[in-house]
């Protein structure tokens, strides 16, 4: 699979990994995300900070300055209700988009027709 | 979008937060290689690889934060202006080739802003309409008639009033001085159909109009600030216009203007209905049309009327009515702005052109000295590159830059255009019309903005394509240091100069052509001689003080008397009117010739009639043929008798001789009179146009034009001497006049050779502007061929060096130079003259004389231009000859 991530995709997996870990740090995000794609995936910094900022800028995502673990200050990203609601429609796009494309792959007849 | 907005401000507290954020990020990251085992050097140093580059995630983030266009268009704005300060000498030649540039088309779009694309000032333009009428077998207009005029008032179904007008000199006298007066005569329904209330007071009733309504005059504002010192109560008083007293009823309006005429007063026509007969085709006549009536409509309305109008009306004494109704005028209706701007458009919109192409050939200089400039600064783009400025906001500075500097031409081209306009306007060359219509309005001002920015997009955008994605490597890695330039660099700067040479030769074609017309129309030979020597003045006695037309013709022949006593003259005459009077060519008509035949509806061709005194010839040298001049006692004793002209004799008696002895007429039922003498041709109309064929009268005879006596009150006098036009000489023909009569007024007083040079006017107007056009056209080439020369030298000048090192003698490099500017210049050369072919045949309207491709002028273009070329090829060239070889090499 391309490193390149498609365009689009990187919004819901934010929002979808911030969902699943609750408040999270850029680089928290970044390693996760990371994990999750089983490496397939490396992201570029130059991508996920402005992907974060846009997502903020939507009202899907809030941030706020916290302390960290080691006892630093770094900014935290969580989810709003908006986002909550954002992930569901975004999943459900994404799911059609998906069986189609499958439809389309494995049926022989659209490849022919 | 509001939290964009306000990221604008808060640009620098986000910055900083990111920068906290991306910190973080690095720290985090390190830690964790530090905790694989890296030392801590090569953790962080891992971490930051990890991370890409910071500038360009920051870069990135900021162009989500913020509103990008505006943003980056203030940031490219701010850079482009410093950059722009650093190199003051490029951008003072940049501003001021495109000041003259901008400012030539702003000027030049003035004019035909002003002349061509403006409405007339009146409400509803283009509901008014010119109407005059064609007659079939000959191509000349004729104004209107009082017959078809009362037609069209009482019968018409299109139009919403239609009147006729006149403008005729008329003498004021009781005031401090006499003084001549331009003076319109309306209908009443001129001043209504144009849609213009006097100030003042009141307009003209339909009483006011009718042939037994008491006398009344409406001042133009200008004439009433001048005698009257704008004094409100003027209304009421009475001036005695032509010894007749008229009552002053209102002031027209500051910004009135009749068409394109100067006029002082305003006069009812009075034109009594129960006189009219058929003919006279004398009057202008303008209408208003219905509203949603054509053009076409109001045509079709008037051919119904003109048969209604021949019946309703008697002939003339002499003439049946089968005359006229066999040969019925027909309609010629034109837009009135048409009527007022005339001709002139031809040559507006050539000299736009040329002025169009001179801009192109300033923008390709400036293409090509930003292309240098750029060049320098390759080393500084690289950089910035490299450190992460995207292609797109490299080029984006590159085209902000040019287009501050289009702004900065187009604001002191502006400048330039107002003084030109200023002079325009004082000048009035080439008779143009409607010189109050020219100014710098909005529109003009908005094309010009628009020209700017166009102007800096396109000089612009050649080295934005080329130096927005720079090569980094090698850019960085030569260190600035190149040898030869690759060819490729070579050809956007060798298309901009040929572009320049082969413009510069068509604007160089255009100017030629001109002055071979130019010289042509000097060389033409006018019938006349020496003008300068020629004073003319028009002198008119009123009815009301001289009733009897042969006193009227004493007193003339009088004031001639003392005019040729005047110290300095040599001979005087006079005549009805002035020769190269714009307003002659009206006058033609019909001239029958005893034993002429003519087949029924053939067209008689038409003759100019002139009225003159003896003496006429011999003041202006036009020789006679054979024959004999006028002599005073023809007049007096009412001899039948007329002169021709040589061409007119040639034309219906085929030899000048054959003419001697042969009678004429100007209508059926005058007597025959015998032509005594034939005389020299004289281009009446103009150098450009054929001498028409002229039938000079006495300016007294009985029984003509079924008069019982004609005279000539109104009169051009023309005083041969080598005095003319000085103040005195002038002092001393006001007091040979007033001798004779101290209530004569002098009016429009100037030289033959005034009146001459004004037949050439529009000619030597497109002559000047071609002639600056391509003389700025050269110039620019010549530089840009020289910049292009010395670039290039320079850029290679440490190749010279080894070349001269290695025992390449001066001669030899020179000749390399020289040699590739002239391939450049024949090529542009080539181009051109193709162009040239091509365009010139917009311009074939303005030629007089000279082929559009004539090829000596083509040859003699082509010959200054290589020259100049040439020039600008060499003093590069021989300057790189000359380095020195060690320094060279040491410095390259």
Same mark, same amino acid.
């Given at each position: 699979? $391309? =490193?390149?991530?498609?365009?689009? !995709? @990187?919004? @819901?997996?934010?929002?979808?990994?911030?969902?699943?870990?609750?408040?999270?740090?850029? *680089?928290?995000?970044?390693?996760? &995300?990371?994990?999750?794609?089983?490496?397939?995936?490396?992201?570029?910094?130059?991508?996920?900070? %402005?992907?974060?900022?846009?997502?903020?800028?939507?009202? #899907?995502? =809030? $941030?706020? #300055?916290?302390? $960290?673990?080691?006892?630093? =200050?770094? =900014?935290?990203?969580?989810?709003? %209700?908006?986002?909550?609601?954002?992930?569901?429609?975004?999943?459900?796009? #994404?799911? +059609?988009?998906?069986?189609?494309?499958d439809r389309f792959l494995r049926n022989p007849a659209a490849s022919e027709g | 979008m509001l939290g964009r907005l306000l990221s604008?401000?808060?640009?620098?507290?986000?910055?900083?937060?990111?920068?906290?954020?991306?910190?973080?990020?690095?720290?985090?990251?390190?830690?964790?290689h530090r905790a694989r085992g890296l030392s801590s050097d090569e953790a962080r140093r891992a971490a930051r690889l990890d991370m890409g580059g910071i500038t360009r995630v920051t870069e990135a983030y900021r162009d989500q934060h913020g509103i990008p266009f505006l943003e980056t268009g203030w940031r490219n704005l701010r850079f482009g202006m410093r950059s722009l300060r650093r190199t003051p000498g490029v951008t003072a030649a940049v501003a001021a080739t495109l000041a003259v540039g901008i400012g030539a088309n702003a000027a030049i779009f003035a004019l035909v802003n002003g002349v061509l694309l403006k409405p007339l000032p009146y409400p509803d333009p283009d509901s008014l309409v010119a109407v005059n009428h064609g007659m079939t077998g000959t191509a000349d207009q004729l104004p209107s008639a009082p017959y078809l005029y009362f037609t069209y008032r009482e019968e018409n179904r299109t139009f919403a009033g239609v009147g006729l007008w006149t403008i005729r000199p008329a003498n004021i006298t009781g005031l401090d001085r006499p003084e001549q007066v331009q003076t319109l005569y309306v209908t009443s329904e001129i001043l209504p159909i144009l849609g213009i209330q006097p100030m003042l007071g009141r307009q003209f009733s339909q009483e006011d109009d009718s042939p037994d309504g008491a006398s009344t005059v409406l001042l133009s504002y200008g004439y009433w600030q001048r005698r009257f010192g704008g004094d409100p109560s003027v209304i009421g008083r009475t001036l005695v216009l032509d010894g007749q007293l008229q009552d002053v009823i209102g002031v027209m309006p500051r910004g009135f203007r009749f068409l394109d005429n100067r006029i002082d007063v305003i006069a009812p026509f009075q034109l009594d209905r129960n006189q009219v007969t058929l003919g006279r085709y004398v009057f202008p006549s303008l209408a208003r049309l219905k509203p949603g009536v054509t053009l076409a409509d109001a045509t079709a309305d008037v051919s119904r009327m003109v048969p209604l109008a021949i019946d309703r009306f008697p002939p003339p004494p002499g003439y049946t009515r089968d005359r006229f109704a066999r040969r019925p005028v027909t309609p010629r209706l034109t837009p009135l702005k048409q009527t007022v701007v005339g001709n002139i458009a031809g040559m507006l919109w050539v000299l736009m052109g040329a002025l169009g192409l001179l801009l192109l050939i300033a923008c390709a200089n400036v293409a090509n000295l930003l292309l240098v400039r750029t060049e320098g600064r390759q080393q500084e783009l690289a950089i910035r590159a490299a450190l992460g400025a995207s292609r797109r906001r &490299?080029?984006?500075?590159?085209?902000?830059e040019s287009t501050l500097l289009g702004l900065a031409g187009g604001a002191l081209g502006l400048v330039l255009a107002q003084q030109v306009l200023y002079a325009v306007r004082a000048l009035g060359p080439a008779n143009l019309p409607r010189l109050e219509d020219i100014t710098l309005d909005p529109v003009v001002l908005l094309f010009t903005l628009v020209l700017s920015l166009a102007a800096g997009v396109v000089f612009g955008v050649v080295p934005a394509l080329r130096y927005a994605n720079p090569q980094l490597s090698a850019t960085l890695r030569s260190g600035g240091r190149t040898m030869s330039d690759s060819r490729q660099r070579h050809r956007a700067r060798a298309a901009l100069v040929m572009v320049q040479?082969?413009?510069?030769?068509? /604007? /160089?074609?255009? $100017?030629?052509?001109?002055?071979?017309?130019?010289?042509?129309?000097? +060389?033409?030979?006018?019938?006349?001689?020496?003008?300068?020597?020629?004073?003319?003045?028009?002198?008119? &006695?009123? *009815?009301?003080?001289? %009733?009897? %037309?042969?006193?009227?013709?004493?007193?003339?022949?009088?004031?001639? !008397?003392?005019?040729?006593a005047v110290p300095g003259a040599v001979s005087a005459a006079f005549a009805d009117i002035a020769p190269l009077d714009p307003g002659n060519g009206g006058s033609d008509t019909v001239l029958f010739v005893e034993g002429g035949a003519y087949a029924p509806g053939q067209a008689r061709p038409l003759r100019r009639f002139e009225f003159i005194s003896p003496g006429f010839f011999h003041t202006l040298g036009i020789p006679i043929v054979t024959g004999r001049d006028l002599t005073w006692s023809d007049l007096y004793d009412r001899r039948l008798v007329a002169v021709v002209s040589e061409n007119l004799a040639r034309e219906d008696w085929q030899s000048p001789a054959g003419a001697v002895g042969k009678r004429v007429r100007a209508s059926p039922d005058d007597p025959w009179r015998e032509i005594v003498g034939v005389v020299g041709n004289m281009r009446d109309n103009g150098m450009h146009l054929d001498p028409p064929p002229i039938v000079y009268f006495p300016a007294l005879m009985d029984r003509f034009w079924s008069a019982p006596t004609l005279s000539f009150r109104s009169a051009t006098f023309l005083i041969r001497s080598r005095r003319t036009a000085t103040e005195g000489f002038l002092r001393d023909l006001h007091a040979a006049v007033w001798a004779v009569n101290g209530n004569l007024p002098l009016a429009e007083i100037r030289t033959l050779n005034e009146a001459y040079r004004r037949s050439l006017a529009r000619t030597s107007f497109a002559l000047v502007m071609l002639a600056m056009a391509g003389g700025m056209g050269l110039l620019l080439g010549a530089i840009g061929i020289y910049g292009v020369t010395a670039y290039v030298a320079s850029q290679r000048t440490a190749e010279i060096g080894i070349r001269l090192a290695l025992g390449a003698r001066a001669g030899q490099v020179r000749r390399q130079f020289l040699r590739e500017g002239m391939m450049l210049t024949a090529a542009g050369v080539m181009i051109g003259l193709v162009a040239a072919a091509a365009l010139t045949r917009l311009m074939s309207s303005l030629l007089f004389g000279v082929n559009r491709l004539d090829p000596l002028t083509y040859i003699l273009v082509t010959l200054v231009l290589v020259a100049v070329a040439t020039l600008a090829t060499y003093l590069p060239a021989w300057r790189a000859s000359r380095n020195d070889p060690i320094e060279a090499l040491r410095c390259g």
């Open positions: 699979m $391309s =490193k390149q991530v498609l365009q689009g !995709t @990187l919004d @819901l997996m934010v929002l979808r990994t911030l969902e699943a870990m609750g408040p999270q740090h850029g *680089f928290g995000l970044a390693k996760r &995300i990371l994990q999750v794609s089983e490496g397939m995936l490396d992201l570029n910094q130059g991508t996920l900070y %402005p992907a974060l900022l846009r997502l903020q800028q939507r009202g #899907w995502i =809030k $941030s706020r #300055w916290a302390v $960290s673990d080691n006892n630093r =200050k770094a =900014k935290y990203y969580e989810l709003t %209700p908006r986002g909550r609601r954002q992930i569901a429609c975004e999943a459900a796009t #994404w799911a +059609r988009t998906v069986s189609l494309m | 604008l401000v808060r640009r620098r507290r986000l910055d900083a937060e990111l920068a906290d954020e991306l910190d973080f990020h690095v720290e985090r990251l390190e830690a964790e &490299i080029a984006g500075e590159l085209l902000v040479v082969a413009m510069a030769l068509v /604007l /160089l074609v255009a $100017s030629g052509l001109m002055l071979r017309t130019f010289q042509a129309l000097s +060389r033409v030979d006018a019938g006349f001689v020496r003008p300068e020597e020629v004073q003319m003045v028009r002198i008119a &006695i009123p *009815f009301g003080d001289v %009733p009897e %037309p042969e006193r009227a013709t004493r007193m003339q022949h009088a004031i001639l !008397t003392r005019l040729e």
